[in-house]
């Protein structure tokens, strides 16, 4: 999520990364984080920097463009709810591979621009 500002209101929150503000925490579907000491402000805003560090989402600072970065929930865990999308691309000899003929193995993606 890219913010210009970091007092959004709880809403602009939701709609960017999915977790609801209520009482009992930061919550997205059946799944709910305390956050002990945070409040929305009178006027609707959240405190990102302290959201970000509440949920362990890491905060960037772009300081030539004047822009900050919120990144995913991580805590160290392992990514647990991400799915590949179907992905087929060609091969060495122009025939056509599914990466999900790969499913269930150890794989390893290295992709290379020019740019």
Same mark, same amino acid.
């Given at each position: 999520?890219?913010?210009?500002?970091l007092d959004i209101t709880a809403e602009d929150?939701?709609?960017?990364?999915?977790w609801d503000i209520?009482?009992?925490? %930061?919550? *997205?579907? @059946?799944?709910?984080?305390?956050?002990?000491g945070f409040e929305v402000g009178a006027d609707g805003?959240?405190?990102?920097?302290?959201? %970000?560090? *509440?949920? @362990?989402?890491p905060l960037v600072r772009d300081e030539a463009h004047g822009l900050w970065a919120l990144g995913p929930r991580?805590?160290?865990r392992v990514l647990d709810d991400v799915v590949l999308p179907e992905i087929a691309l060609p091969d060495f000899d122009g025939r056509?591979?599914?990466v999900a003929s790969l499913r269930g193995r150890?794989?390893?993606l290295l992709?290379?621009?020019?740019?």
């Open positions: 999520m890219l913010l210009d500002r929150l939701r709609r960017a990364t999915g209520k009482p009992e925490g %930061a919550c *997205r579907g @059946d799944s709910c984080v305390p956050l002990p805003t959240v405190d990102v920097r302290g959201f %970000a560090e *509440r949920m @362990d989402m991580g805590g160290g056509t591979f599914e150890k794989v390893l992709a290379w621009a020019s740019w």
